[in-house]
């Protein structure tokens, strides 16, 4: 994958700034920000059940 030098970020900043306008830049920050978050605590509850899981399926063998 190809780096990304300043003038190719600076042009990507200025498509940015006028499809969203710099009235909706905080709320679309916003939203990818709430989205991040969304799906880190998305990941780890996933984490921590598989984790759960897996010492349940060994609990259970032992038990039998």
Same mark, same amino acid.
């Given at each position: 994958?190809?780096? $990304? #030098? @300043?003038?190719q970020i600076a042009i990507i900043l200025v @498509?940015? =700034? =006028? &499809? $969203? !306008?710099? !009235?909706? &830049?905080?709320?679309? !920050?916003?939203?990818? #920000?709430?989205? @991040?978050?969304? $799906? /880190?605590?998305?990941?780890? *509850?996933?984490? /921590? /059940?598989?984790?759960?899981? *897996? !010492?349940?399926? *060994?609990?259970?063998?032992?038990?039998?």
């Amino acid at each position: 994958m190809q780096n $990304f #030098g @300043i003038w190719q970020i600076a042009i990507i900043l200025v @498509i940015v =700034l =006028l &499809l $969203f !306008g710099v !009235g909706k &830049l905080p709320q679309v !920050g916003k939203g990818v #920000g709430q989205a @991040i978050n969304e $799906f /880190k605590s998305a990941v780890d *509850t996933k984490d /921590k /059940k598989s984790d759960s899981d *897996t !010492g349940d399926d *060994t609990d259970d063998a032992k038990s039998s």
